[in-house]
């Protein structure tokens, strides 16, 4: 409970050896900003704003900031907005996955070293969301997260435009020869035309998501566009509620739960959502002590049906999947499947939430459960000699007629190795073998990128290929789709078995029996890994926080977080 003596500008003092030297200039410096004597004896209510001039999904920050500044008021709070770093999806080098544990450690920092009762967390763009979220569970504040919301779509000729999906779909017909080189310029200017985030079920929309089912943002806020008047209603609430859990403070560890987080992963499946959700759900839930393991994650897959029908998947878009009846209808069709006693920061129990009028649900974008897109979860994780302690393929997004499949291995040992000769015309490689990416993973140089999702070869597209098996222990952006399996753990980079694979072998992939396997005998791989090295550059020879981050990341089953931002055990 928070002490209500040390509520708003008295907590957490700065430390000059004299408590009341400290209220004083604090008083004095915070009454510099304008503020009366009145409003400085107000609870704060912090507002984590990840504005940027290097971020287009947060372009409306400033507007949504004001109104939940207003709701705080309301709740008769002091709203005080605090910055944090931000991360632009395509605007980081060599990866946004590399400093999403920077931003939750300066979040977390930022939110218990400022004077503040509650926060409301504005994140968006694929990576901000679960940074706030995990640095939330970690300072273990009352937490209200707000999230952007999707863009709108857009047109080219007859055709509707949603990045990033159709951004990918455009850019394959131009490498087939089949769009211009004048209208994919045309394209490229009307792919992203308003603030917020991807207009697909990518990985924003899916953290989105899964933060309202964990209950961490405020019931029916995920799917609102960015630019919808209930977005700017949505912020104003969240500023209320967060002013509200001051003298009823829920903390985030009371919201997300083990059974919030079987409730995600429920979710996520049913949406076909992002592969790297389940890499940042892994992370929030460890800082609060909680695991989710692959197999748990292929345990519901089995009994979790695919609803919505969005792209990359499907062929719906977020602003379709608003007015269809958003998370709440998705929600309802899973409710005999979902833990009902979960709260929100609202202190509302998921059952109660469920028993509300559901209003309009479009059953064209929203299935119903007793009809489904598909019977089983849209992601699966596969193990094997190839990956012991896991990979994941988003099914849903994937080529049916290469489940089963056993093909020879074509192998590209970097990305660079990949850019340098994929297109080659004497590239040795048929639609029927197995694309392999080696050193893409967390701890690789080039820190786990979205490089997963990779290109059919020049040869191979204009011939009208369109899918083929590929496999890499790098990520895949959340609007992409293929036959591809990501996230092969451990990674090459540390000698995982993916390290030993060479031109020719034979893998075998089954979805059926959730495998992949390398066709090479164990006697093989020992000789092999013999005269295997290691080309990552170790951390003593590496500085700040590149060194921190190649000596504290983890692997993609455990999050990708640092090692040292773990809960520690209390003795
Ligand atoms: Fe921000 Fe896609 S670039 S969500």
Known sequence: MTD????????GLTNYGDKDFSVYLRNSFAASMGYSREVLKKPIVGIANSFSGFNNCHRHFPELLEAVKRGVLLGGGLPIEFPTISLGEVFLNPTSLKFRNLMSMDTEEMIRAQPMDAVVLMGGCDKTV?????????????????????????????????????????????????????????????????????????????????AETLGMSLPGTAAIPAVHADRLRAAE?????????????????????????????????????????????????????????????????????????????????????????????????????????????TGETLGDR???????????????????????????????????????????????????????????SSLADLAARVDDPDLDITEDDIMVLQNAGPKSASGMPEAGYLPIPKKLSAKGVKDMIRISDARMSGTAFGTIVLHVSPEAAVG???????????????????????????????????????????????????????????QADEGCDFQFLQPVEEK
Not at 4 to 11: D, I, M, P, S
């Open 130 to 210: 679960p940074a706030q979220l995990m640095g939330a569970a970690s300072a273990e504040l009352p937490a209200v997260q707000l999230v952007a919301g999707p863009m709108m779509t857009s047109r080219y000729g007859e055709e509707r435009l949603g990045a990033c999906t159709d951004c990918r779909r455009f850019w394959g017909k131009y490498r087939a020869g089949e769009v211009s080189t004048e209208q994919i310029q045309d394209i490229e200017g009307r792919l992203a035309t308003t603030a917020g985030t991807c207009a697909v079920m990518g990985t924003a929309s899916t953290m989105a998501c899964i």
């Open 237 to 345: 609430a969240s500023g209320l509620a967060a002013a509200r859990m001051i003298d009823n403070p829920i903390l985030p560890s009371q919201v997300m739960t083990e059974k919030s987080f079987e409730n995600a992963i429920r979710v996520l499946l049913a949406l076909g959502g992002s592969t790297n959700a389940i890499v940042h759900l892994t992370a929030v839930a460890g800082r609060l002590g909680i695991s989710v393991s692959l197999e748990k994650m292929n345990e519901l897959s089995n009994t979790t049906p695919v609803l919505v029908n969005l792209k990359p998947v499907g062929a719906h878009y977020m602003e379709d999947f608003f007015f269809a009846g958003g998370v709440g209808a998705v929600l309802r069709e899973l409710k005999p499947l979902l833990h009902l006693d979960t709260i929100s920061v």
């Open 4 to 11: 209500k003596k040390e509520q708003g500008l008295a907590r």
């Open 354 to 412: 469920l028993e509300q009028d559901p209003g309009y649900v479009d059953h064209r974008v929203i299935a119903k459960a007793e009809a489904p897109l598909e019977p089983q979860g849209g992601l699966v994780a596969l193990f094997g000699n190839l990956a012991p302690r896991g990979a994941i393929m988003k099914r849903s997004a994937a080529d049916v007629t290469l489940f089963e499949k056993t093909g020879r291995a074509v192998v590209f």
């Open 496 to 554: 995982g078995p993916l390290a030993l694979v060479r031109n020719g072998d034979q893998i075998k992939l089954s979805v059926e029996n959730k495998t992949i396997e390398l066709l090479v005998s164990d006697e093989e791989l020992a000789e092999r890994r013999k005269s295997w090295t290691s080309d990552i550059v170790p951390p003593a020879k590496r500085r700040g926080y590149d060194r921190l981050y190649a000596e504290e990341v983890t």
